[in-house]
């Protein structure tokens, strides 16, 4: 790999093990997008040399509000790995300036090879959460920052599995200590969530990696992510799924 690219993936690995925000790459250096994503490659390989293993993908810009805001036209996409995964309680000392955000999930289960396989690969259906914790200094990136720092991808965590089922427009909630404090409609995500999937296993063929059996794809939020301070309780709904609940020290 690119020297300079690797050295780009050091410093965001060592900004998230250090949980102390970096200046965006692009202030110092140009990056395009496919070099963006050798960083973020990067950045998972070291992840994975410390003993994690990928256990699926995140979908990131799936709202069209999110993509206007950053005058993309496309999605982009991040990978977890099993250290992502939040059973019960996060520590927001672990982090940089997190925030949280409902999103659909989906567990596959067969080898997704192109996007003509994903439909019919869905095993599951869950409602969840994504934690985001940028490593950029004020939570500020360009297109590229972004795709260099997986997407922003911190932890996630999943209420229980359903059978496949349209989604396409269910009720979403967000709550903060019984409070609701953001509410949308999966369908804000592309339209309906099947879509991101969609969309996942076409991103996943053009860099040749195959969605695997076991894997959960996060499809997107649909509101925008929220703040997630110490000390609190958040429950994620969705109507007909069920929740998932964090608590946070
Ligand atoms: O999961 C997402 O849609 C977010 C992608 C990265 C951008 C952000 O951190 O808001
Ligand atoms: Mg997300």
Excluded: C
């Excluded at 985001?132 to 720092?149: C, H, K, M, N, Q």
């Excluded at 709550?175 to 609701?180: K, N, V």
């Excluded at 939020?221 to 608590?247: D, F, K, M, N, Y």
């Amino acid at each position: 790999m690119n020297p300079h690219l690797d050295s780009f993936a050091e410093i965001l690995d060592k900004a998230a093990l250090n949980r102390r925000a970096v200046p965006r790459l692009t202030d110092a250096a140009a990056l395009d997008v496919p070099s963006a994503y050798e960083v973020q490659r990067a950045v998972i390989e070291r992840r994975l040399a410390r003993g994690e293993s990928l256990i699926g993908v995140k979908m990131g810009f799936t709202s069209r509000a999110k993509m206007v805001q950053m005058g993309v036209d496309d999605v982009i996409w991040g990978l977890l790995t099993d250290a992502m995964l939040i059973e019960s309680h996060v520590d927001t000392a672990d982090l940089i300036h997190p925030r949280i955000e409902p999103e659909i999930a989906f567990l596959i289960d067969r080898p997704v090879r192109t996007p003509a396989d994903a439909v019919d690969a869905v095993g599951g259906i869950a409602v969840g959460y994504e934690v985001l914790d940028s490593r950029y200094e004020g939570f500020s990136f360009t297109l590229p920052d972004v795709i260099a720092d997986n997407a922003s991808a911190a932890g996630f965590g999943l209420g229980p599995w359903h059978r496949p089922r349209d989604v396409g427009n269910v009720g979403m909630l967000l709550e903060i200590d019984g409070r609701t404090v953001a509410s949308g409609s999966s369908a804000a995500i592309l339209g309906d969530p099947m879509r991101s999937l969609v969309a996942a296993a076409r991103l996943a063929e053009a860099a040749g990696i195959e969605l695997q059996p076991g894997w959960v794809i996060l499809a997107g939020a649909a509101t925008a992510a929220i703040p997630l301070p110490a000390g609190t309780h958040v429950r994620v709904s969705a109507a007909g799924l069920g929740r998932a609940e964090v608590t946070t020290r």
